[in-house]
């Protein structure tokens, strides 16, 4: 079945460092990928997504490039901030199977002023 | 995207007892889920709720431990019974939108002493 192996963390940054999560997926068809966040005490909200290949999808200096030819969904943002911590959660939905969303397992970023 | 809203936002709840947690959406969608999210884990879907029919549940979820209603398009309750410790989680409600999106409740907090 679908299935989403995402780095976990945690991860701890300084402030205006480079961020990288490295998200890969097994699905059958052609899923949709998702990018969630929680912040502390919240619940998710879709930070940005990506329908087909090489869509890349943006987002508060957030990145992530549907990349089909390695079943990857890696998220990026050249210069991170200390507002930017929180758990991050790669997902997928759709393909064959149209109903069902899969999350990694969640990477907790932490940034350091 | 849909506006969700979930009550409680948290509660404390002796063993034994049941909650019911209530998810409000701002416009009518068919398709309504509920998730759970365990301390530092990340989301697992319990069941699916289709106005008019009976949720489906995934595995390792049971309709008598979590009942759950669906009486209109805009509303669904879940009932989390006979509570242990172990049931203290997160849950979260929510909504599909365009392209295979879900929309996410703030969730509501649960704890089981």
């Known amino acids: 079945g679908n299935s989403v192996t995402q780095m976990e963390g945690p991860v701890t940054l300084s402030e205006e460092a480079f961020l990288t999560i490295n998200c890969t997926y097994t699905?059958?068809?052609?899923?949709?990928l998702f990018w969630y966040v929680q912040y502390p005490g919240e619940g998710l909200q879709l930070l940005l997504k990506?329908?087909?290949?090489?869509d890349k999808g943006s987002n508060k200096g957030f990145e992530a490039t549907y990349r089909k030819e390695t079943t990857s969904f890696h998220l990026e943002k050249g210069s991170v901030q200390v507002s930017d911590s929180a758990v991050y959660f790669c997902a997928l939905s759709g393909g064959s199977n149209n109903n069902d969303m899969r999350f990694g397992a969640g990477t907790r970023l932490t940034v350091k002023p | 995207s849909a506006v969700i809203s979930q009550k409680p936002s948290r509660d404390i709840c002796q063993r034994g007892t049941s909650l019911t947690i209530q998810c409000q959406v701002d416009s009518q969608v068919t398709m309504m889920f509920w998730y759970r999210q365990q301390p530092g884990q990340s989301l697992t879907l319990i069941a699916t709720?289709?106005?008019?029919?009976?949720?489906?549940?995934e595995s390792g979820f049971v309709i008598d431990k979590f009942p759950i209603s669906r009486p209109n398009l805009t509303f669904s309750t879940l009932t989390v019974s006979n509570m242990s410790p172990e049931d203290s989680s997160i849950y979260l409600c929510s909504v599909k939108g365009g392209t295979d999106t879900q929309y996410f409740g703030p969730g509501t907090r649960l704890t089981v002493l």
């Open positions: 709720a289709n106005q008019g029919s009976e949720a489906t549940y």
């Open positions: 990506a329908t087909k290949a090489d």
């Open positions: 699905a059958t068809g052609y899923p949709s």
